[in-house]
């Protein structure tokens, strides 16, 4: 495997004495993963795949103001894993395991990492689990929420969100307020309405019950 400086890297336990020929298998298809010969006079290193247009797979990251977004794209069937790792020179210590993606061919996923996965030395490396060679891809430098973002949306908050909550809550108790008033008020109407229409009819003495009813539902009170 070839790193960043185009140094060849060997995979740990990978070597082979042959005498004739060497049959890799289980090899990820990567233009960085490459095959070092070494005979009694010299060594060559060869690589199969540096001509593809791009590899068989590919991964990258989109960050927004909340959270990351990995999208990984394979050509291939392919089974993939997701680490965090420390990044140490150049080398990125592998912290855990967070994601394990099967992929079929010409599909992608995306995974959303949490915004608290950021900074310089904190990376995420992809590789594929389903064959025994593979190059890992290391995505750092992932971009933090700034504190000016967060700031923002709590003073949004603050100076928009709650006065409009506080003001619908106002406005749904007067109204409540003004219903019930309304309704003691007719209460009270009706009560005095009854008593006058009483007074009337003691002193005429002529209406009958159904029309007692009538006025006792419908009379408003008489001014003196």
Known sequence: MTDQNDTCVNFSNSLNTINDKVLYTQVDPHPRLCAKFTTNMDSQVRCPFAHEQFPGWNVNIT??????????????????????????????????IFASIPLEASHYATINVSSDICGPN????????????????????????????????????????L???????????????????????????????????????ISSGGASSMEQRVFIRFAQPEDK
């Open 122 to 161: 904190l990376c995420i490396q992809a590789s594929r689990s389903d064959v025994k060679y593979s190059v890992p891809v290391n995505i750092c430098n992932i971009p933090c929420r700034s504190q000016e973002q967060s700031n923002g949306e709590a003073s949004f908050l603050e100076t928009f969100l």
């Open 63 to 96: 960050a927004t103001d909340s959270l990351s977004e990995i999208r990984i794209t394979s050509k291939i069937n392919a089974n993939f894993t997701l680490h965090l790792c420390n990044r140490t020179e150049l080398i990125c210590d592998s912290l855990n």
């Open 163 to 201: 006065p409009s909550v506080l003001l619908i809550l106002v406005a749904m108790f007067g109204f409540v307020g003004c219903i019930l008033l309304s309704v003691s008020y007719k209460k009270k109407l009706q009560e005095r309405g009854y008593f006058k229409i009483k007074v009337k009819h």
